[in-house]
């Protein structure tokens, strides 16, 4: 069965970091593009960031560029995403998803499956 798991997630202060961790499970991640995304309250759901299956093409929505770090580990079936910077509009829920088609982009209508989520608060 394929599966996305996410984890890492949790209350940092503003400026703050985290490193958010999605693992896979029932396939090969790095055939893949993977995405992250986050959900904030009251919110769509919104692109963060994404991968290629070789890691040489990455984006980033620009609402993270520049504090936000996507890569793979393909050896442990994982693809993180180190949050630097937080600030408090970054709180969400965030996921990964898996792109099994090879579009990618940061459009939720391109991937395929998806993770339950993490929840990440940026307070004070």
């Known amino acids: 069965q394929l599966q996305l798991v996410e984890s890492g997630g949790g209350l940092v202060q503003p400026g703050g970091s985290l490193r958010l961790s999605c693992a896979a499970s029932?396939?090969?991640?790095?055939?893949?593009?993977i995405g992250w995304f986050r959900q904030a309250p009251g919110k769509e759901r919104e692109g963060v960031s994404c991968?290629?299956?070789?890691?040489?093409?990455?984006n980033y929505a620009d609402s993270v560029r520049g504090r936000f770090t996507i890569s793979r580990d393909d050896a442990k079936n994982t693809v993180y995403l180190q949050m630097n910077s937080l600030k408090p509009e970054d709180t969400g829920i965030y996921y990964c998803?898996?792109?099994?088609?090879?579009?990618?982009?940061?459009?939720?209508?391109?991937?395929?499956?998806w993770g339950q989520g993490t929840q990440v608060t940026v307070s004070s």
């Open positions: 998803a898996a792109d099994l088609v090879g579009l990618g982009g940061l459009s939720t209508a391109l991937y395929d499956y």
């Open positions: 029932g396939f090969t991640m790095d055939y893949y593009i």
């Open positions: 991968i290629s299956s070789s890691g040489g093409s990455i």
